[in-house]
């Protein structure tokens, strides 16, 4: 016999505090950003690594 109850709604399933009308939802800040010298710097010498290391082996 089976007597396990399963939850019917979220409420029962996660808890009162599950629902999103509870919390405002704020997104997130936009992670994309402009590439600054440094990071040209540093592209640029990973690409002469992966040369580098493509020539000598």
Same mark, same amino acid.
């Given at each position: ?8 709604? /979220? ?5 009162? !505090? ?6 405002? $939802? @704020? ?8 590439? /600054? ?5 540093? !592209? ?6 992966? $040369? @580098? ?5």
């Amino acid at each position: 016999m089976n007597t396990r109850r399963y939850p019917r709604t /979220t409420d029962e399933a996660f808890g009162p !505090y599950n629902r999103s009308s509870q919390c405002e $939802i @704020v997104p997130m800040e936009d992670p994309v950003r402009d590439f /600054t010298a440094v990071d040209w710097v540093i !592209y640029i010498l990973f690409v002469v690594a992966l $040369i @580098v290391v493509g020539v000598t082996s």
